[in-house]
């Protein structure tokens, strides 16, 4: 009777999915997970629980200076005097578009965090989001809303590390938070993935809009299914969401994306071992390669794109990997390298012809490095940081494009951050960073009017975890 009820469950969601195949074999999957975990699982509670439920808090703070007295281009003169030719947008840049020597004090992000053990198999959390805008006045005011808030059922966990768990509600992205903990300075910089690349900069009349873009939103509302490996060699992500972030929650059609990730730890059996040897000896630090994680992730989607009347679809797809590995000195200091490598897929309904689309592919690659030098008196507090990124948002490079502005041809950028960082206690750190991004034309504008290809900051970044 049991397997005709599931027989009945499955064919009834199937008739429901609509005709996309790959979201249909993904919903159909995580359905069919929640029946078997529920038919092969009993309960776990304990009559002796008790729940349990911790506050913390994030705040990203600091100060940044305008090194070069420069900034990306915003206003052009469009008199007869400003003609030039050589110039990125046929005109030259009106000078004296900002303050000299500017600089401030900001706070970049804050959050609290609520998190509750509810049961032995059910946990929650729930994180609102600080940040700040520009309201219509130009004043920079603070909100917040709703970044996190889900719970998270865990149905299967066995003593070799094997586990499924399923979350509902507003969950991270399981590619940039998790790529953040091991690039380990998000108060620093984003990710890759994460960082607001600059993707267009449209000239109307005697003014520069620039337009800034991510490859996804950190956090969405939706369901995902966590599968890890047996000793944990591996943890395996499946989710699927509505698709246009946190920041949106609103927002409702009939379109959903889907992303699968993966991260995989092929170190994971022999580190456990060496730690359990290791505490024997009464060790508490591993010495060698104490970390190395491979992953990738595929999403699938239209990013808050919805119908299209035209007759072609919106389409948002993006795909990558990364690497990271660690290496524990002797007595005290470590290095850590890795690398993030993601790419685009966009494609948009063409205004010029039914059922065609345009498309944009986009790629980037990111290096990174931490040294902390093997110094026991330093105690590990200290740290130096490298980083580079590469990144195009457009790789058809047109080179018949004879059009001014930023286009196809000059669109790449690339950006450099070079720093210092010191942590008191686990609960704060800080330092200063040097970063300069790049472009392939003069879109940055001194204050003198004159033009370049570069933009420098100085930061002092704070971070408080508590």
Do not use: C
Request: net charge positive; no cysteine; glycine share 8%.
């Amino acid at each position: 009777m049991s397997f005709l009820i599931i027989n009945i469950k499955i064919n009834f969601v199937i008739l429901l999915i609509k005709k996309d195949a790959m979201k249909t074999i993904t919903v159909v999957f995580v359905f069919f997970l929640i029946i078997t975990a529920n038919s092969l699982l009993y309960s776990q509670d304990k009559d002796d629980f008790k729940p349990s439920y911790t506050l913390g808090g994030v705040v990203f703070s600091g100060w940044h200076f305008n090194i070069d007295n420069a900034d990306f281009i915003s206003k052009l003169d469009t008199s007869a005097a400003g003609i030039d030719n050589n110039s990125a947008y046929g005109y030259k840049p009106t000078a004296n578009q900002f303050e000299v020597s500017k600089n401030t004090f900001y706070i970049d992000r804050a959050y609290l965090d609520l998190k509750a053990v509810l049961s032995p198999q059910i946990k929650a959390r729930l994180t609102p989001d600080f940040y700040s805008f520009t309201d219509g006045s130009g004043k920079t005011q603070y909100a917040y809303q709703i970044k996190f808030a889900y719970a998270e059922y865990t149905p299967l966990t066995t003593e070799n590390g094997t586990s499924l768990s399923f979350t509902l509600g507003v969950s991270p992205n399981q590619w940039a938070p998790n790529i953040d903990k091991y690039w380990g300075y998000r108060f620093v910089a984003r990710t890759l993935t994460d960082y607001p690349w600059v993707s267009a900069a449209v000239k109307s009349g005697n003014t520069v809009t620039k337009t800034t873009s991510t490859y996804f939103s950190t956090a969405d509302l939706g369901l995902t299914a966590k599968f890890t490996l047996p000793d944990k060699y591996a943890d395996l992500y499946v989710a699927v969401v509505n698709g246009n972030g946190f920041r949106n929650l609103n927002f409702d059609n009939r379109f959903k994306d889907v992303q699968v990730t993966a991260y995989i730890y092929p170190l994971s059996k022999y580190l456990t071992k060496k730690t359990e040897k290791y505490k024997k000896a009464g060790k508490l630090r591993l010495d060698g390669i104490s970390d190395l994680t491979l992953g990738g992730f595929y999403y699938l989607g239209k990013l808050d794109k919805g119908e299209n009347y035209a007759g072609a679809q919106y389409q948002r797809n993006r795909f990558g990997g990364m690497l990271s590995a660690k290496y524990n000195f002797k007595k005290a200091g470590f290095v850590k390298l890795g690398g993030e490598f993601s790419v685009q897929k966009n494609e948009d309904p063409s205004t010029l012809t039914s059922y065609t689309s345009i498309t944009t592919d986009a790629r980037g690659v990111s290096a990174f490095m931490e040294f902390n030098p093997p110094v026991e008196s330093l105690k590990e507090k200290l740290s130096f940081i490298a980083r580079y990124d590469v990144f195009d948002p457009n790789t058809t490079d047109d080179a018949m494009s004879s059009s001014k502005g930023f286009n196809n041809r000059n669109d790449q950028q690339t950006l450099l951050i070079l720093g210092s960082f010191y942590r008191p206690s686990k609960v704060l750190g800080f330092g200063l960073s040097y970063q300069i991004t790049k472009f392939d034309g003069d879109f940055i504008v001194k204050y003198d009017g004159t033009t370049s290809n570069s933009l420098s900051r100085l930061f002092f970044n704070t971070v408080l975890e508590f």
